[in-house]
């Protein structure tokens, strides 16, 4: 899996709603699919997503298998002031995928 892609504003006013855009690559299989062996290839999609933003939680989602490989999400959030955004997404299998970014206020 590559590194999660997210576009977000590196600076804003205080009060600006702002527009956050994420993105991972994941291949979101549904468990319905089967391999080159016949047998069922097991669910692993991203099942959650997290977005918090000085340690308070701004955004999240639970996600099904209806969504497709690659999962796009965007969202808005009105800045209150300076701070770091983290976002996490989770799979089936456990794995924690996260990033940060910092956003101005000026």
């Known amino acids: 899996m590559s590194k999660p892609r997210i576009k977000i504003p ?3 006013k205080a009060g600006e709603v702002i527009e956050i855009k ?5 291949t979101m299989e ?14 692993n999609i991203i099942n959650k997503f997290t977005a918090t ?4 939680e701004v ?5 099904h298998p209806g969504i497709s490989s690659n999962p796009y999400l965007a969202f808005f959030m009105k800045v209150a002031g300076p701070g770091e955004m983290q ?19 000026g």
């Open 10 to 12: 590196s600076s804003a």
């Open 22 to 26: 994420t993105l991972i690559q994941h």
């Open 30 to 43: 549904t468990g319905q699919r089967k391999g080159g062996d016949g047998k069922l290839i097991p669910r």
């Open 53 to 56: 933003f000085n340690g308070k």
């Open 59 to 63: 955004f999240s989602a639970k996600i």
């Open 87 to 105: 976002f996490t997404w989770v799979d089936d299998a456990g794995k924690t995928y996260s990033d940060k970014k910092s956003i101005k206020v």
